[in-house]
């Protein structure tokens, strides 16, 4: 009965955690503000527990800040952040993106620059959704490739916090067509098996969002 009753905790930790996740990242909960640990357990009629595991994850994805004496707050991202998160998408992806490349089936690649070509279109009218939807596709199916489940793991973390960086207005639709022409780029690497230039294309697009990011944030593109 004790296994029972932490896995049901677990659960509704877990349920919790995408709930507030999704809040956050779609500014639902804005940058700075207040987040009442019994006011969420009040919300869902659960208990201090999981709402204490499910804030435990958020601060662990720096997506919110306890401060002593004042309380939990939705983190503001800053350019440090920006930093980190992509120095870490960088050392993740250079290493998935080799692996990927050698063992990637041919039809899933050209699957994804399809995918990739279609949303460069629909861009071109006005439409983001595809191009978004196409860009963490490309990235999260390069990790899986590699099957190492600690890489896959490792990029996971860092998602919500890319996600939360668009909807305030950073890697913004502007930067669509950079995008698009890298990951092309490096699904045609991938194609030709050529892991040297997949890689290098990697390092090169991410030294870019990086870039690009901190630059829509210096210019008050995005307001924390």
């Known amino acids: ?3 029972k009753a932490a896995l049901m905790v677990d659960s509704i930790a877990d349920q919790l955690y995408r ?3 999704e809040r956050i990242t779609t500014g639902a909960f804005a940058p700075g503000s207040r987040l009442d640990p019994q006011a969420v357990a009040d919300e869902f009629g659960v208990s201090r527990t999981p709402v204490r595991d499910a804030l435990a994850r958020l601060e662990h994805d720096q997506l919110i800040e306890t401060r002593p004496r004042s ?4 983190a503001r991202p800053g350019v440090s952040d920006v930093h980190e998160v992509c120095q870490l998408r960088k050392g993740i992806e250079w290493v998935a993106t080799g692996l990927a490349a050698a063992v990637m089936p041919a039809a899933q690649i050209a699957d994804l620059r399809a995918e990739a070509v279609a949303a460069a279109e629909a861009v071109e ?3 983001f959704e595809p191009f978004f939807d196409s860009d963490v596709r490309i990235h999260r199916e390069i990790v899986a490739a590699t099957g190492n489940e600690r890489l896959v793991r490792a990029r996971s973390s860092v ?3 890319v996600a939360w960086l668009r909807i305030l207005g950073a890697t ?3 930067r669509a067509k950079g995008s698009t022409a890298r990951h092309l780029q490096i699904l045609d ?3 030709a098996r050529d892991v040297a230039a997949a890689q290098e294309a990697a390092a090169v697009h991410l030294d870019e969002v990086e870039e690009w990011t901190v630059a829509d944030m210096d210019s008050n593109a995005i307001s924390t």
């Open 1 to 3: 009965m004790a296994a």
């Open 172 to 174: 913004g639709p502007h």
């Open 71 to 74: 309380g939990t707050f939705v």
């Open 189 to 191: 690497a991938m194609a």
């Open 19 to 21: 709930i507030l996740v």
């Open 159 to 161: 998602e919500p916090f």
């Open 125 to 127: 009218k006005g439409d």
